[in-house]
């Protein structure tokens, strides 16, 4: 693995961490401006092929290019949702779609102008996903879908669901199939969600299929097949998702670095009290372990789905950020408890992070699973 970043990678990374510091905190519920924003800065093109609008970056390069844009852009909110745009919708079509599907979506994907969401949580199948009521009953070359879908992110503005269903509980997890249905299709509605703690600009829904026919062309990949896509969302997500929080990351340290210089206690600056610097370094070891780590898994992606990298760095990201803004706010004091210092904010959007796409204790989980234990 070579990180010795090319002219054409550095130019990426430094022209979306400027675009990123150009995009404006989302605000809870709303945010279609920052979307579009965001889409402008050519950021949900990235990993897609040339040939459907896109840029056609490998996911080494496309890790790096998030990195910058989260170094720059403090709605990780808006981050969350864009990733889940790119690794759970985009992604798939690209792996598994038709041509027919992939000339569909592909192009409206890369550019913003739609937006994907990802159907497959319910009340009672989270982190073990795959042991879903929802029902895809087979007539003919028609599907009828039924069921309900939770905590949905994009749901409440997306254009196209990636909606998996299963074709009869007897057949467990090898049962499951993949569906793209678009959200004006018949059977097919959104409700409100709860309200979220954090991550409030990455918007959430119920999906309800109420007898929601859709025809065999709709099918993603193979029946039966439902299984494998999201084995190959997860990897892609789990790698990809967070890596703009190593940005976001990297710029809180930054500023604890700064506040250490010109906070004084005791009439010396805080830079000079050992806690407070052993924290600090504590916190970078936990950055730089998480980002070679995303490196790591996103140069191997392409090629080994099945590493247990994926959840590594899921698990690195998530808990490292948690700790870098639980800090930070220790850091700087009864400032940093204050809406206006921004932390709070950060640490309950990370907060959100150990729970999508698979809790931390899932990620153990997987990883003894993947290493031979379980």
Same mark, same amino acid.
Not at 84 to 93: E, N
Not at 184 to 205: F, I, N, T
Not at 328 to 354: K, S, V
């Given at each position: 693995? =070579?990180? %010795?970043?090319? !002219?054409?990678?550095?130019?990426?990374? =430094?022209?979306?961490? @400027?675009?990123?510091?150009?995009?404006?905190?989302?605000?809870?519920? %709303?945010?279609?401006?920052?979307?579009?924003?965001?889409?402008?800065? /050519?950021?949900?093109?990235? $990993?897609? $092929?040339?040939?459907?609008?896109?840029? +056609?970056?490998?996911?080494?390069?496309?890790?790096?290019?998030?990195?910058? &844009?989260?170094?720059?852009?403090?709605?990780?909110?808006?981050?969350?949702?864009?990733g889940?745009?790119?690794? *759970?919708?985009?992604? $798939?079509?690209v792996?598994?779609?038709?041509?027919?599907?992939?000339?569909?979506?592909?192009?409206?994907?890369?550019?913003?102008?739609?937006?994907?969401?990802?159907?497959?949580? @319910?009340?009672? !199948?989270?982190?073990?996903? &795959?042991?879903?009521?929802?029902?895809?009953?087979?007539? #003919?070359?028609?599907?009828?879908?039924?069921?309900?879908?939770?905590?949905?992110?994009?749901? $409440? /503005?997306?254009?196209?669901?990636?909606?998996? *269903?299963?074709?009869?509980?007897?057949?467990?997890?090898?049962?499951?199939?993949?569906?793209?249905?678009?959200r004006?299709?018949?059977?097919?509605?959104?409700?409100? %969600?709860?309200?979220?703690? #954090?991550?409030?600009?990455?918007?959430? +829904? /119920?999906?309800?299929?109420d007898?929601?026919?859709v025809?065999?062309?709709?099918? &993603?990949?193979?029946?039966?097949?439902?299984?494998?896509?999201?084995?190959?969302?997860?990897?892609?997500?789990?790698?990809?998702?967070?890596a703009?929080?190593?940005?976001?990351?990297?710029? /809180?340290?930054?500023?604890?670095?700064?506040?250490?210089?010109?906070?004084?206690?005791?009439?010396?600056?805080?830079?000079?009290?050992?806690?407070?610097? =052993?924290?600090?370094?504590?916190?970078?070891?936990?950055?730089?372990?998480?980002?070679?780590?995303?490196?790591?898994?996103?140069?191997?992606?392409?090629?080994?789905?099945?590493?247990?990298?994926?959840?590594?760095?899921?698990?690195?990201?998530?808990?490292?950020?948690?700790?870098?803004?639980?800090g930070?706010?220790?850091?700087?004091?009864?400032?940093?408890?204050?809406?206006?210092?921004?932390? %709070?904010?950060?640490?309950?959007?990370?907060?959100?992070?150990?729970i999508?796409?698979?809790?931390?204790?899932?990620?153990?989980?997987?990883?003894?699973?993947?290493?031979?234990?379980?």
């Open positions: 693995m =070579n990180l %010795e970043w090319s !002219a054409e990678q550095l130019a990426l990374y =430094n022209r979306l961490r @400027e675009h990123g510091g150009s995009l404006a905190p989302g605000q809870p519920g %709303e945010g279609g401006a920052d979307w579009e924003a965001l889409a402008a800065g /050519q950021v949900m093109a990235l $990993p897609v $092929p040339v040939d459907y609008g896109g840029l +056609g970056h490998s996911p080494l390069t496309c890790a790096f290019a998030l990195e910058g &844009l989260g170094y720059g852009c403090r709605d990780i909110g808006l981050l969350v949702s864009a889940a745009h790119m690794w *759970a919708v985009q992604h $798939p079509i792996k598994f779609g038709t041509p027919q599907q992939k000339a569909t979506y592909l192009p409206g994907l890369a550019s913003g102008k739609l937006t994907g969401a990802h159907a497959i949580t @319910e009340t009672e !199948a989270g982190s073990d996903a &795959l042991a879903m009521e929802a029902a895809a009953v087979k007539d #003919g070359t028609t599907y009828r879908l039924s069921g309900r879908k939770r905590f949905v992110t994009n749901a $409440p /503005q997306a254009d196209v669901f990636l909606v998996y *269903a299963t074709l009869g509980k007897q057949f467990g997890f090898t049962g499951v199939t993949a569906f793209l249905v678009e004006d299709h018949p059977g097919l509605r959104v409700e409100a %969600e709860y309200q979220k703690m #954090g991550l409030r600009s990455c918007r959430w +829904g /119920q999906v309800v299929l007898d929601c026919v025809d065999e062309s709709r099918r &993603l990949g193979a029946e039966r097949q439902g299984s494998k896509i999201f084995a190959s969302v997860m990897a892609w997500e789990r790698t990809l998702l967070l703009p929080l190593l940005g976001a990351i990297e710029a /809180q340290l930054e500023e604890c670095v700064q506040r250490t210089r010109s906070r004084r206690q005791f009439r010396r600056r805080i830079s000079s009290f050992q806690s407070v610097t =052993n924290r600090i370094v504590d916190l970078r070891l936990r950055l730089e372990a998480a980002r070679n780590l995303t490196y790591r898994a996103a140069w191997e992606l392409a090629d080994n789905e099945e590493s247990c990298y994926p959840e590594m760095v899921k698990l690195a990201i998530s808990e490292a950020a948690v700790a870098t803004f639980e930070a706010m220790q850091i700087f004091g009864g400032y940093g408890y204050t809406e206006e210092a921004g932390i %709070e904010e950060r640490l309950r959007d990370a907060l959100g992070t150990r999508s796409s698979g809790t931390s204790d899932m990620q153990r989980s997987v990883i003894a699973a993947k290493l031979g234990m379980r």
